[in-house]
């Protein structure tokens, strides 16, 4: 959700995801990473998967950029089979950056980055929608990536 031109659904289908493909609303990085990667990808959003159910569904640094998060999240997790796995990365509130440089970080962009998310609060988010959090991790210091389970 959110692929860009789909560098991880590359990735996935690398390590075995037979029927892996990202949907992104953004056409033009829809045509190139079709291009670029060679792998299936569709101009649209979640909401256009009505029916559909996935065993995995990754979201990275595009939860911030929506207007209602609390639903993009819903809308993710409605479509996870029993057991599937949600990803969601985004950048950190609580890093040690955003603590010492406070509105002069770089990741603080109000027309662009809508909201911030902490550890906490992504986690809270999920179980608020019946999924709990089971890793969360900092690949990047201004980073949070957490996996949830819908169990």
């Known amino acids: 959700v959110g692929c860009s031109m789909g560098f991880l659904v590359k990735a996935a289908e690398k390590y075995g995801f037979k029927e892996a ?15 670029k990667y ?7 959003y979640i909401e256009d998967y009505n029916g559909t159910s996935f065993d995995v569904i990754m979201c990275f640094n595009t939860i911030e950029h929506v207007p ?42 109000p027309a662009e980055h809508l909201y911030y998310f902490s550890k906490d609060s992504l986690a809270l988010r999920g179980r608020k929608y019946g999924v709990r959090p089971f ?10 990536v957490t996996y949830f389970i819908r169990g």
């Open 38 to 44: 060679d792998v299936t990808l569709s101009q649209g």
């Open 21 to 35: 493909f990202g949907i992104d609303p953004n056409q033009q990085d829809v045509d190139e990473g079709i291009e």
């Open 135 to 144: 890793w969360t991790g900092k690949p990047i210091e201004n980073s949070i």
């Open 68 to 109: 209602r998060p609390d639903r993009l999240m819903e809308e993710m997790i409605n479509r996870l089979k029993p057991n599937g796995v949600l990803v969601v990365g985004t950048h950190d509130i609580e890093c040690d950056n955003y603590v010492n440089e406070g509105v002069e970080w770089k990741h603080i962009k």
